[in-house]
């Protein structure tokens, strides 16, 4: 017996609403576990790289096995692994993205007097420093945040949903932004610090962030792509920008109380890369549109 058109429908925004919900719920409990996680574990004296990887590993161990069962489960189409040539050459391109974006900022900041690199320090120190944190905050922070907001959510709201891809950015964004929230409120009601300050400068940078990826996952139709984004964003802002004790690839003296690290960080590998995205989108569904 065939289903009416109304069932049909019901049944796709049910099914959108339960893929949208747990992949949602997912990243939120991964994120916070691992949190708590990491504060037991730095309680015990462990080294900060110990706490980083215990993090990655209880989030992962959370995140992808439940997206991997929402994904077979709902019949999604989604596909991230097994990481494929092409998918290799959307990652490497990502990071090339954001890696130019922040050396364009950097030159126009050195070219303006607003920095004065003083010494690069490029070591195998460095290099090795770098290759861990990147292997971490792939484990922590791209890969299952990626894979559940850029990857399953939208998702939902596009092929099950069918909302208009404007609204379907807004309403991913604003699930993003609801993830450290939710996340930050669960750590009190434990008695735990929270991890993040939730200010209005912290909320306008994750909204413009999220936008960012989307955007580029939109323009590649590939996560991997904004995973290589997200991963060099962070390694720029961590051994370039504010490198704090880690090892830095550069020494610079400022004078502008904070703004080169904005002009570079917000401005240029944020805001000026959604621009560009955006235009680089505008383009691709005009072309389509148009044949």
Known sequence: MSMSPEHVTRKRRSSGIAIIGMSWLTMTLGLFFATLAGELVSTIGAAKWMVHLTQAVVIISIVFPVLFVIR?????????????????????????????????????????????????????????????????????????????????????????????????????????????????????????????????????????????????????????????FHIAYLEVARFVVIPGDRPALLSYTTQDNGFAEIFILYMMMVFVGAIILAVLNSWRWWRIKKS
Not at 166 to 189: G, N, R, T
């Open 72 to 228: 077979r489960r709902f019949h999604m189409k989604s596909v991230l692994l097994p990481l494929t040539g092409k998918g290799i050459i959307h990652l490497l391109s990502g990071a090339l993205f954001a890696t130019s974006l922040a050396l364009t900022g950097l030159m126009i900041a050195s070219m303006n007097g607003w920095i004065t690199i003083t010494e690069w320090h490029f070591s195998a120190e460095f290099l090795i420093a770098v290759i861990i944190n990147s292997c971490i905050a792939f484990l922590y922070e791209a890969l299952p945040e990626e894979l559940s907001m850029r990857g399953m959510v939208y998702d939902g709201l596009r092929s099950r949903l069918r909302l208009p891809v404007f609204f379907a950015y807004v309403s991913q964004i604003i699930l993003f932004l609801l993830v450290p929230m939710s996340v930050s409120l669960l750590q009190e009601l434990i008695g735990m610090d929270a991890g993040n300050q939730i200010t209005l400068d912290y909320m306008i940078l994750l909204l413009t962030y999220g936008t960012t990826l989307q955007l580029l996952r939109s323009l590649t139709r590939s996560l991997w792509a904004s995973i290589g």
